[in-house]
């Protein structure tokens, strides 16, 4: 589905990504850990056509775009919740989550309003409100209900639970979860590494711009000590 190889990227003359390999497979529950800094974002963002890359390959489905535009990205189904709960703030939720719908690969069960209003019931009851009035745990809902509308065939999210309360975490834990059961392909960062050990299928951790250990939520445990290292917890 998504694969990364050798990929590296600078802001300017600062080369932030020097050697980034990773790989999500279809129906795969992927996490990129590492202390802050490390270059998550940036993989993300240079993933997504956001920042040019300046070496190394990523293809989506076989299909090189190292060089594509994020519209493009977002068209091969690439749906990204990126930080910072960016709702659209002119447009009521229902407009938020209308605005870029898509089903541009004919899916057969294809992301509706009533669907996204089943796996976030505050989203229906808020429809006809601004996105600003929503609380913070609302508005991420609404960004994540968003991306589920563009019908991606991997959805990335970047620090979804950063700054959320305990029980709206929870609640973004379930339709991470629901989404899984679903054989919806993720790739998820966050810092709740214990979650992320029960929820994903294999965890690639950076430093300083590189990937340094990959494997499975039972390898971290084999390797505790090192990825405790890596990732600082
Ligand atoms: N817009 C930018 N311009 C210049 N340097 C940047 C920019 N954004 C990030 N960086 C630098 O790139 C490096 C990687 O940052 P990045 O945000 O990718 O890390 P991260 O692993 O996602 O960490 P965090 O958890 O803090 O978001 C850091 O040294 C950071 O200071």
Redesign the pocket.
């Known amino acids: 589905m998504l694969s990364v190889h050798g990929l590296k990227a600078a802001?300017?003359a600062?080369q932030?990504l020097f050697d980034i390999s990773l790989e999500v497979a279809k129906g795969e529950v992927v996490t990129l850990l590492?202390?802050?800094?490390?270059?998550?974002?940036?993989?993300i963002?240079t993933i997504m056509g956001l920042l040019p890359a300046l070496g190394g390959e990523v293809t989506i489905g076989g299909r090189s775009v190292v060089r594509a535009t994020p519209e493009a990205v977002a068209r091969m189904g690439v749906g990204l919740v990126p930080?910072g709960r960016q709702v659209f703030p002119t447009l009521t939720v229902r407009e938020n989550l209308i605005a870029t719908a898509a089903n541009r690969l004919g899916r057969r069960d294809p992301w509706t309003l009533e669907r996204v209003y089943e796996m976030f019931p505050r989203l229906r009851e808020r429809a006809r409100q601004s996105a600003t009035t929503l609380s913070g745990g609302e508005q991420q809902m609404l960004v994540i209900g968003r991306a589920l509308m563009t019908n991606p065939q991997l959805l990335i999210l970047d620090?979804a639970t950063e700054g959320l309360a305990p029980v709206i975490r929870a609640e973004i834990w379930s339709c991470v979860e629901r989404l899984k059961a679903e054989g919806q392909s993720l790739l998820l960062?966050d810092k709740n590494i214990q979650v992320l050990k029960r929820l994903a299928d294999r965890h690639f951790v950076?430093e300083k711009?590189r990937t340094v250990w990959s494997g499975g939520s039972a390898d971290i445990e084999r390797d505790a000590e090192l990825v405790h290292s890596y990732v600082g917890i």
Do not use: D, P, W
Request: proline fraction near 0%; avoid cysteine.
């Open positions: 802001y300017g600062s932030v590492g202390r802050n800094g490390m270059g998550k974002t940036t993989t963002r930080e620090e960062i950076l711009g």
